[in-house]
């Protein structure tokens, strides 16, 4: 009983370490965003008919993350905890609101049309790689 008490007590130090190195990571990881937005410009020229194109993308897929989380949200209610939701988007992808922050930021990085797309993308993976953690969890 006590070993059984010990491991649980470890692992939920591990856990406690891991967000706190997460959190790190991901502060780093914007502020590097941050200053890659304020030093880099788009590739496009300024009022092309290609750079429209994607800003119009960008913004398409910002408005559908953010209608996506508020949708999940809501469709699980307070159900997170006490039952296991299968149906509606759950039943499509096993996180949604994981999948709809992927979307949007994909959608900041074409708003941006420049490096920080590049940010936003690493981020993105970033994001699935910590889910197929917390699956394994």
């Known amino acids: 009983m006590q070993l059984h008490m010990n491991a649980q007590r470890l692992k939920l130090i591990d856990i406690s370490a891991a967000q706190i190195i997460r959190k790190f990571a991901l502060a780093i990881v914007i502020l590097v965003g941050a200053g890659f937005a304020a030093i880099s410009d788009s590739i496009w020229e ?9 800003e119009f993308f960008g913004l398409l897929m910002i408005v559908a993350c953010i209608v996506l ?8 209610g307070g159900r997170k905890i006490s039952s296991l939701v299968v149906a509606g988007p759950y039943s499509v992808c096993r996180n949604p609101l994981y999948a709809a922050s992927i979307i949007g930021a994909i959608g900041i990085g074409a708003q941006q049309g420049s490096a920080t797309a590049l940010v936003s993308r690493l981020a993105a993976s970033r994001s699935s790689s ?6 394994k969890l």
Do not use: D, V
């Open 69 to 76: 989380r508020i949708f999940c949200s809501l469709y699980i």
């Open 46 to 54: 300024s009022h092309s008919a290609a750079r429209e194109l994607i």
């Open 130 to 135: 910590r889910t197929k953690r917390e699956q």
